[in-house]
């Protein structure tokens, strides 16, 4: 069994921060891409932003140079730490993880069941 699980979300004022984390747990051979999406309501999930194993990342356009992906590969934990929050940016996120659990041969995407961000005076 994996299990990815997210931490860090809550209610926050506009240009406030946050930092989510989000650790694989379980039978795991390999992590390889990890991710954040998020979706707010009446709307469709949409890429955050990914980090693959060696730190290659990529982000949405409205959160470029606000937010930051990273990972911890020891602890297979991947981070977004978010800044200069806007009411926007108000959602369910969710992260993701493309892996090889031990008893399979190829990558399987994992997800988290969500952590609620709110962004809010």
């Known amino acids: 069994q994996v299990q990815l699980v997210e931490s860090g979300g809550g209610l926050v004022q506009p240009g406030g921060s946050l930092r989510l984390s989000c650790a694989a747990s379980?039978?795991?051979?390999?992590?390889?891409?990890m991710g954040w999406y998020r979706q707010a309501p009446g709307n469709q999930r949409e890429l955050v932003a990914t980090i693959t194993r060696v730190g290659i990342t990529n982000y949405l356009d409205s959160v470029k140079g606000r937010f930051t992906i990273s990972r911890d590969n020891t602890k297979n934990t991947v981070y977004l730490q978010m800044n200069s929050l806007k009411a926007e940016d108000t959602a369910v996120y969710y992260c993701?993880?493309?892996?090889?659990?031990?008893?399979?041969?190829?990558?399987?995407?994992?997800w988290g069941k969500g952590t609620l961000v709110t962004v809010s005076s």
């Open positions: 379980g039978s795991i051979f390999s992590v390889y891409d």
């Open positions: 993701n993880a493309h892996l090889i659990p031990t008893d399979g041969i190829y990558g399987v995407d994992y």
